[in-house]
């Protein structure tokens, strides 16, 4: 899943890199039907329908909420363990993070770090201890022996605080669940190979200058010409925005501005230096408006490595 927006009937990838190598990669496994959506669709269909989903590939910040929502569905957040798995190593621990107001009471679910544990003992090559685990956990749930954040009364048996619940854990190492599918793990665990791919051909093509101005009843006109006239050196003043929307040239007056703006120069050649900016810059602040960061724009084989704005 990613995030996408629509300009004009265009559609502009936000997430645009890792939409583009998820296809690329999904064409090397055909057998496996792989689908796009748009993370806010996505995610309230993870919520109604769960079972339409077998594994979901996305981002950091979207993968962390909806894990979330998806152990949430499934009982409680504090079931899901999470593994971050690198080239050189490896992180596995409970999805949720610590619960700091919990701590030391005895009443924490400990089945997320259980879990992760779980996880780790297959990534270590040691399917069968993980399987003896995970088996003796899936006993403990399908016998109602729960922690008071998936305890439900006429489903489970027994509330148990965090010792109890580890105690039962182990009292089952060796059974087999009998409602609940039964795990059988492969030995290998995850493997992450990079490919060596050659540098892309990177050119700067112009610059963000972000501004603080709150002058002249904040009118994008106004600052839009005191800007263009600004102009020269190769670079030219291409628009500006102001909490993402255009506002110059051909802005909207009722757009609400704030004094924070996005004034993008663009090279009127392929490519500008390093010192052409600088330039800019002196001119800029000759001019008396106060710049508070900028943003350099470049383009990688010709695809730029920035988000167009309107009309671009």
Same mark, same amino acid.
């Given at each position: ?29 055909? %057998? ?8 806010? *669709? ?38 899901? $363990? #999470? ?14 993070? #610590? ?6 009471? $005895?009443?924490?679910?400990? #089945? ?12 270590? $090559? ?48 060796? #059974? ?74 051909? $802005? ?37 408006? %106060?710049? *508070? ?20």
């Amino acid at each position: 899943m990613s995030g996408l927006r629509y300009v004009n009937g265009k559609v502009l990838l936000t997430d645009g890199l890792f939409h583009r190598v998820f296809t690329e990669v999904a064409k090397e496994y055909p %057998e496996i039907y792989s689908e796009h959506q748009i993370i806010d *669709i996505g995610a309230a269909r993870l919520a109604a329908q769960p079972e339409r989903f077998d594994v979901i590939v996305t981002l950091n910040l979207y993968g962390d909420i909806l894990s979330d929502i998806a152990a949430q569905i499934a009982g409680s957040v504090g079931l899901a $363990g #999470s593994a971050n798995v690198g080239t050189d190593m490896a992180m596995f621990e409970a999805v949720h993070g #610590s619960a700091p107001d919990i701590a030391g009471k $005895g009443v924490a679910n400990p #089945s997320g770090l259980l879990v992760a544990a779980v996880q780790m003992l297959v990534h270590l $090559g040691e399917p069968k201890v993980a399987q003896r685990v995970k088996n003796a956990w899936l006993c403990t749930l399908e016998d109602g022996i729960h922690t008071a954040d998936i305890y439900r009364e006429g489903l489970s048996r027994k509330q148990v605080g965090t010792t109890a619940f580890t105690d039962a854990v182990i009292a089952h190492l060796g #059974s087999t669940p009998r409602q609940l599918e039964p795990v059988s793990y492969r030995p290998g665990g995850i493997r992450v190979r990079l490919s060596e791919t050659p540098r892309p051909a990177k050119r700067l093509v112009g610059v963000d200058v972000f501004l603080d101005w709150d002058e002249a009843g904040r009118d994008p006109e106004s600052l839009g010409k005191q800007l263009a006239a600004l102009d020269g050196n190769g670079l030219v003043l291409r628009m500006i925005t102001n909490r993402g929307v255009k506002v110059y040239p051909g $802005g909207i007056p009722e757009t609400f501005c704030t004094d924070h703006w996005r004034c993008r120069f663009a090279a009127v050649d392929d490519t500008i230096a390093f010192s052409q900016i600088l330039d800019l810059l002196n001119r800029v602040n000759g001019a008396g408006l %106060e710049v *508070i960061k900028t943003e350099h724009l470049y383009t990688f084989d010709g695809v730029p490595g920035f988000s167009l704005g309107g009309g671009e």
